[in-house]
């Protein structure tokens, strides 16, 4: 299998706005997070999910979000739509601190439907008995806009836009498909006309079919609207064929951001070449072997001290120097990377005995 990358090592173009229409001067992040750290719960029970960080989403670009179960991509999605708060940092949106917002205005910028955040099958947790219709006119209302009739070319708009037609109004969501009520979904959100798109696993409960067909509305989104999206996944393979960029997590810290061709072909951090080795629909066009990549009895024991590397303990290249936490440092113009042995452990990779796989 050749993976379809839509990234390269190009310098990043703006990206069209909303109609298509090619932008000739440089442009701004649409969002931008600044050291931001996040933690959840008090006292004894506080516990840090998010450590400096930084990351930039351009117009017309999709950034994949990846890392295992508890790595914070979550909370980093929470963050920016201002449902957690974080303890220090900011978080800009078209070069404004919404983070620093409170009460009234922040209440108005979450009314305005700047940003939109879309669950995995986030229509369950609805009233049954809400019909299509009103869900996709649910954002509209919020805003005051409350009357039905005049709502109804919106939302037949916002359908039309991810492949649905009128229909389905009517319909609700147990009488519509899987594939379907992601759709709806997705349109819900386009309904508010966002300037950014979050999709938190949008294709993790679909069969292989239907996860595909929303994978091109997504592409297809930012191709004709300019519209930046992250999504937040764990099938590598989907966002091989969707994402300009990669942002990897680890325990809270970005550990790699770079181009999503670059990244998948020549990771520059362990745990990017370990998630990917770890992937079966990734696996034949892995650069590394697990057995290349895992801690073995007889590596050196990694140096221990409560601010070193958050990944040392699980890699088998850690040196001394991996004692103290390396911060997120830029490798060329686009690929940032926090690993001390960035540029070494990859051949030291190369030389490893390459374990069976069970």
């Not at 990846?66 to 201002?82: D, F, M, N, P």
Request: glycine letters at 10%.
């Amino acid at each position: 299998m050749t993976l379809p990358f839509r990234g390269d090592d190009r310098p990043i173009p703006p990206g069209p706005p909303a109609g298509g229409v090619k932008v000739e001067a440089p442009a701004a992040p649409v969002l931008e997070l600044e050291s931001v750290d996040v933690v959840l719960g008090r006292g004894w029970r506080a516990a840090q999910v998010l450590s400096d960080v930084s990351l930039r989403v351009w117009p017309g670009r999709i950034v994949g979000l990846v890392g295992e179960t508890g790595s914070g991509k979550t909370t980093l999605a929470r963050t920016v739509v201002g449902l957690t708060d974080p303890r220090r940092g900011r978080v800009l949106f078209d070069g404004v601190p919404i983070s620093a917002l409170r009460g009234r205005a922040r209440r108005a910028e979450r009314r305005q439907g700047h940003v939109q955040l879309v669950f995995q099958d986030p229509l369950r947790s609805l009233d049954p008995d809400l019909t299509v219709a009103e869900i996709v006119a649910e954002g509209l209302v919020i805003r005051g806009q409350r009357d039905p009739a005049r709502n109804r070319p919106r939302v037949l708009a916002a359908l039309d836009k991810v492949g649905l037609d009128g229909t389905v109004l009517d319909r609700t969501p147990g009488q519509i498909s899987g594939g379907q009520r992601q759709r709806v979904s997705i349109a819900r959100a386009l309904a508010a006309e966002p300037r950014l798109l979050i999709c938190d696993e949008p294709v993790s409960a679909l069969d292989a079919s239907t996860r595909n067909h929303v994978l091109r509305l997504l592409d297809e989104l930012r191709d004709s609207l300019g519209l930046p999206i992250v999504v937040i996944s764990h099938d590598l393979s989907s966002l091989a064929g969707i994402a300009d960029r990669i942002v990897v997590l680890y325990r809270g810290r970005i550990v790699e951001d770079g181009p999503v061709g670059q990244v998948f072909t020549a990771p520059r951090h362990p745990y990017t070449a370990l998630l990917m080795a770890s992937a079966p629909s990734v696996r034949h066009d892995r650069p590394f072997e697990l057995g290349q990549l895992r801690r073995a009895a007889a590596d050196p024991a990694p140096p221990a001290g409560p601010d070193g590397c958050v990944f040392a303990a699980r890699c088998p290249f850690a040196a001394a120097a991996c004692a103290e936490q390396p911060p997120l440092q830029t490798i060329g113009d686009q690929w940032s990377v926090a690993c001390h042995r960035h540029d070494e452990w990859a051949a030291l990779a190369q030389t490893r005995d390459r374990q069976k796989e069970g």
